[in-house]
């Protein structure tokens, strides 16, 4: 079955109600008004990337940046 990833905000106290199993509501609305990510390679967090002390080149920093989100699946 093909996947949709999706980018929604709702309250934190919504999340962590659905975390620990305690959310009973519904988030309709939220997935409604959510934005599709499209196609993308790995998603990393760029405030992680630190090449200031030289040990690294910037496409090394880059490398080792902590992925957030998985490449997509090359499609057949």
Same mark, same amino acid.
């Given at each position: 079955? +093909?996947?949709?990833?999706?980018?929604? &905000?709702?309250?934190?106290? $919504?999340?962590? #109600?659905?975390? =620990?199993?305690?959310?009973?509501?519904?988030?309709?609305?939220?997935? +409604?008004?959510?934005?599709?990510?499209? &196609?993308?390679?790995?998603? $990393?967090?760029? #405030?992680?990337? =630190?090449?200031?002390?030289?040990?690294?080149?910037?496409?090394?920093?880059?490398?080792?940046?902590?992925?957030?989100?998985?490449?997509?699946?090359?499609?057949?």
């Amino acid at each position: 079955m +093909k996947e949709v990833e999706l980018v929604i &905000k709702i309250p934190e106290k $919504i999340y962590e #109600s659905v975390m =620990d199993g305690t959310y009973c509501g519904t988030l309709y609305q939220e997935l +409604k008004n959510g934005t599709p990510l499209p &196609k993308h390679g790995r998603l $990393i967090d760029a #405030s992680k990337i =630190d090449c200031r002390n030289g040990a690294w080149t910037f496409m090394e920093a880059i490398e080792y940046a902590p992925t957030i989100i998985e490449a997509d699946e090359v499609e057949s």
